[in-house]
């Protein structure tokens, strides 16, 4: 099982900036990990494959609450994905997605999340670094 270590690690968040439907800046500063953003993607834990489906062959149970992420990168860009992942709430008052980079103003989180954001900043990264590389 891959080890999410945004769950206890991201207890800081970094300063970023909203522009219309995106947050253009990486949060680190740098391009993301593809080969790590696809391995959590596609980890349950990540909660991603709950509610998504994709490319991926290996896991046979797949979400079909959410948009597939199959071709995602021709979709969206680099910026919008990051600004769905960090704060889909900004996009959509009612998605169930959760903002994986926000910690104000939620509701019914569980104590061990309170107050430390869902993913961390890198993990962001490698997850829109996957996620621009799938094109239809």
Known sequence: MLALPGLAAA???RFYAVD?????????????????????????????????SGPFPEQKFQGDLAPDLSG?????SEGQLRLRLVD???LNAETIMP????????????????????????QIEDIV????TLRE
């Open 129 to 132: 670094a996957y996620l621009v």
């Open 72 to 76: 995602s990168g021709s979709r969206w």
């Open 20 to 52: 219309g439907d995106a947050i253009p800046q990486s949060l680190t500063g740098a391009a993301g990990d593809a080969a790590r953003g696809r391995a959590l993607v596609v980890e349950r834990s990540s909660t991603c494959i709950l509610c998504h």
């Open 99 to 122: 903002s994986y980079y926000r910690v104000d103003g939620l509701q019914r989180v569980g104590t061990p999340w309170r107050d430390k954001p869902i993913l961390s900043a890198e």
């Open 88 to 90: 889909a709430l900004r």
């Open 11 to 13: 207890t800081e968040l």
